[in-house]
Every structure is written in C-alpha cells, then in structure tokens.
C-alpha cells in the first residue's frame, strides 16, 4: 500500500470514529475534528459514501448562511461491534451497531475470575457462544472488544492479575473465536467511555473512577487516555492509604481496596448482621439470584441505614485517595463511574468531606465531582469503543 493510499485510509477510519462518537456531522465539522482540508475530506467522505458505510443525514441547523449537509454512520450497514465487559465474578456480552445502539443483548454468565482453574477456555466459550446466538456472521463483526479488571500490559498482551501465563491475549482469543480482538484494563475503558459519550466528554483533565468490586481509575491527560509506560497506570486501589493492616489482593497490606471496595463492604456487611445487627441485607443477601455488591448498592439507595454507613465508610477512604489525586493531577473534573457509581448520590457526602478535610482549598475548588449517568451500561460502552479506537472498518 503506497503512502497516499495510507493516509486515505487513516482519514476515513478516522472520519467514521468521529461520526461514531459525535453524531451527525457536517464537513467543515469533520474538517475541524480531524485537522484535515475540506477537498480531502470531502474525497474521503465520497469514498465512504460508495461503500454505504455512512449516508447523507440532513441539513445542518441555520447560522445565517446556507445549511450544510451533515453526514452519518449508516445504521443499516450491516457491521456490528461486540463488547464483553467482564468482572471478577460477572461477564457481560451485547452486541452494538454503528450508530451505537444495542442491537442484541446476548446476556450475561456468573465467573469467579480468581477462583476457576479454567476461566481462560470458559470465557472463550461463552463469548463465542454469544456470538453463534446472534444475527451476524462473524465477518459481519468489526471486532470483539473485551474490558477486563487486572494489571494488563497491552504490549505483551497479558493480564498479570487473572492471566499471568497467557501472552498476547487478543490474539490468543481471537485464533479461537476468528474475530478480531481488543483488550484494556476495563477502569481504562470506562474512562475512555466517559470522555466520548458521558460527563468527561469536552473536559481535557479527569480522573474516572471505576467504584466496583474492586476500585479502579482511568486517567484522562490533555484529552488522552493516559496509560503509563507499560499500561499500568491507574492502580488507584493499591495506594496504601487503609487504616487497617488487611492483605490485599495484590498481595501487600494496608491497600485503599481493603477498606473501600464493594467486595469489602459486603464482607463488612456480613460481620455486622452475624453480630446482630438488624438491616434489609439480611434477606437482600439470601437472594443469591443478584450479587451481594448489587443488593448492598440497592439496600444503600432504599435508605437501609447500615448500607449507607458502609458506603460513607467507603466513600471517605476514596475521598481520601482523592485528594492525593488532586495534589498530583490538578485534573479539571472527577467522574465517579463504574457499576458502583449507581449510588452515586450516597458516594458524594463522604468523598466531599475528605477532599475538603485532606486537600488544599485552592486545588480543591479548582475541581469538579460529577457522577457517571452510564454507570450500568459504561463497561460495555468502552469495551465497543477499543473496537472503534482500533478495527479496520473492512
């Protein structure tokens, strides 16, 4: 492929991502995203167009002049995005299409990450079951996209957290199910999620929280994805902030994680009912249909005052390592974001209280503390945006 034929491809992926995140668009509109002339984007624009890949949308809304045609992916351009978001002990698969629309929502299986000697080849099943069961051929897919908790080097593709003995993952994966593959740490993806379509969106400094059952954290840096010299960066849980001296996960003590996830809340949880204390989570946690986190975020938004004080408990720990954040960062905006940031409203007070009570006023005033409004649904989100981010549009 010569060079000028490069460039034109890289101008129409680039041309089909800004549709995907932004919209309907016009040309002077796609000129200014992508830094390119008018006559160049408007070649590759025509070339998309012949390929049914996007479609003329309508006239854009008056300004005083003439009313520019906008462009848009082409809902029924039959390609589709495949997103797997998967947690230590729930995986998630739907399927979107090209203006980013679910089109199939295949479902979802329990796996206990840590605790299943064969969760590699069990995944691997199960995402391509999902992908049997649903309405497209697999070179209808653009590209399964796969968000994963976990120490992840991209480079060398290996999840050193869930995966240590598995190098280059994406391909491994995608030899077994023969469709392209993408994976990033899934705190990484959420935030990147945020940045394209939630409340990090126009902001160019965030740090995105990822509050699950672990706690994650993507990092926005001029309007980047930050990841580190070896994708790394963002192991907000294992700043050694705890007051207690508990093991953590990663193997050392004292970790954010061991005092404020939601996997140690629950286990909170249960030593305060086994020590008679009277609280709905009491039959909440008999359900086994629905994980103990989710019963604990739902008792928290009913009210029940011992999930509340657990969440405030957490909240403060967070708080806390937020505002060493602060300190570092200086970042514009906060997004608290994850399955978690459900209670959103809950998670507020006591964070609000250790920023004020451990950062300085004048770099604290200088930043804002929003909650995600896709919490549910922005795992998924970013795992479709790795395969935008990286696919070839075939």
């Not at 462009?71 to 997103?83: F, G, H, P, S, T």
């Not at 003995?165 to 199910?177: E, G, N, T």
């Not at 405030?312 to 200086?330: D, F, W």
């Not at 507020?348 to 919490?375: K, M």
């Amino acid at each position: 492929m010569t060079a000028k034929i490069q460039k034109q491809e890289d101008l129409k992926r680039a041309i089909l991502r800004q549709l995907y995140y932004n919209g309907a668009l016009s040309l002077a509109d796609l000129c200014t995203h992508t830094k390119k002339s008018l006559p160049v984007v408007s070649t590759a624009v025509n070339l998309l167009l012949e390929s049914g890949y996007i479609m003329e949308y309508g006239l854009a809304p008056s300004t005083g002049g003439r009313r520019p045609v906008t462009y848009l992916l082409d809902a029924n351009k039959k390609r589709c995005i495949v997103a797997v978001a998967i947690d230590q002990l729930e995986t998630r698969v739907c399927i979107y299409n090209l203006v980013n629309e679910k089109v199939d929502s295949l479902g979802s299986v329990r796996m206990d990450l840590l605790n299943t000697p064969s969760i590699l080849e069990e995944l691997i099943s199960f995402i391509k079951e999902m992908i049997e069961k649903s309405t497209f051929s697999n070179d209808e897919i653009l590209g399964v996209g796969i968000a994963m908790p976990g120490v992840y080097n991209m480079k060398e593709g290996i999840n050193h957290t869930f995966f240590p003995d598995q190098p280059y993952l994406p391909k491994y994966i995608s030899k077994k199910i023969k469709v392209p593959v993408f994976i990033d740490n899934d705190s990484r993806t959420i935030a990147m999620a945020e940045l394209k379509f939630g409340i990090a969106k126009g902001y160019k400094d965030v740090m995105v929280v990822n509050i699950g059952w672990g706690i994650g954290l993507g990092m926005i840096v001029d309007g980047i994805i930050f990841r580190g010299h070896n994708g790394y960066a963002g192991e907000f849980s294992h700043i050694p902030l705890a007051n207690s001296n508990n093991l953590c996960s990663c193997g050392k003590r004292g970790c954010l994680e061991v005092d404020a996830s939601l996997s140690i809340l629950v286990k909170k949880a249960e030593r305060e009912l086994a020590n008679g204390s009277k609280s709905s989570l009491e039959y909440l946690f008999a359900d086994k249909k629905r994980l103990a986190g989710e019963q604990l975020l739902s008792a928290a938004k009913k009210g029940d005052p011992l999930a509340v004080s657990l969440l405030a408990e957490g909240g403060l720990m967070i708080g806390k390592g937020l505002a060493t954040l602060i300190h570092i960062m200086n970042p514009e905006r906060i997004v608290l974001s994850g399955r978690g940031a459900s209670a959103g409203r809950i998670w507020l007070a006591p964070i609000h209280q250790a920023i004020n009570e451990y950062c300085i006023p004048r770099l604290a005033e200088q930043t804002t503390l929003a909650v995600s409004d896709l919490s549910q649904e922005i795992q998924l989100l970013g795992a479709a945006t790795l395969v935008i981010e990286n696919c070839d549009f075939r």
